[in-house]
C-alpha cells in the first residue's frame, strides 16, 4: 500500500514483471488528471500578441500541488529555447503575479509579441482587460 503524493490516499500499486522496478508516487486518478501536456492560446492585444502556454487545463493548484508539478515546466523551459528570438518578453505569470497584472501591464505597451507560460490554465484574457 501507497500513499497518493498529490492527493494523500492510499492506493496499491500492482507489481508486475513490467514494472517490477517502477515505484508510481501518485494514484492512478492523479496521474490521469495531472499528465502534462503543452497547450497554448493566443490572445491578440493593441499592436501584438500575447502567446500564453500552460501544462495542466482547468486545474486550480494549491501550493502542495505546485511544488510537486513544477519540475514538469522544464517541458515549457526547453520550448522556450527553441523560440527564444520570436518574442521581445518572456513572463513566468504564477498566482502572486497573476493577481496584480493590472499593476505591470502598462509596462507591456511596447511589446508586440510577448509569450507567457505557466503550469496550470489561468483566466489570462479576463485578467489582461481588466
Not at 514538469?72 to 498566482?95: C, K, P, T, W
Request: some cysteine; proline content about 2%.
Amino acid at each position: 500500500m501507497v500513499i497518493c503524493k498529490l492527493c494523500q490516499k492510499h492506493f496499491i500499486d500492482e507489481t508486475t514483471f513490467l514494472n517490477l522496478f517502477v515505484f508510481h508516487d501518485l494514484c492512478e486518478q492523479c496521474r490521469k488528471t495531472y499528465k502534462p501536456k503543452i497547450l497554448f492560446e493566443k490572445i491578440p492585444i493593441d499592436f501584438g500578441l500575447i502567446h500564453y502556454t500552460y501544462l495542466f487545463e482547468d486545474c486550480s493548484l494549491n501550493t502542495h500541488y505546485e511544488d510537486y508539478l513544477s519540475p514538469y515546466l522544464s517541458m515549457i523551459y526547453e520550448r522556450l529555447l527553441d523560440v527564444q528570438g520570436q518574442y521581445d518578453l518572456f513572463i513566468y505569470l504564477d498566482d502572486d503575479m497573476f493577481y496584480k497584472v493590472n499593476e505591470f501591464t502598462c509596462f507591456l505597451n511596447d511589446y508586440q509579441d510577448i509569450f507567457i507560460f505557466t503550469l496550470a490554465r489561468k483566466e489570462v484574457i479576463y485578467q489582461w482587460l481588466l
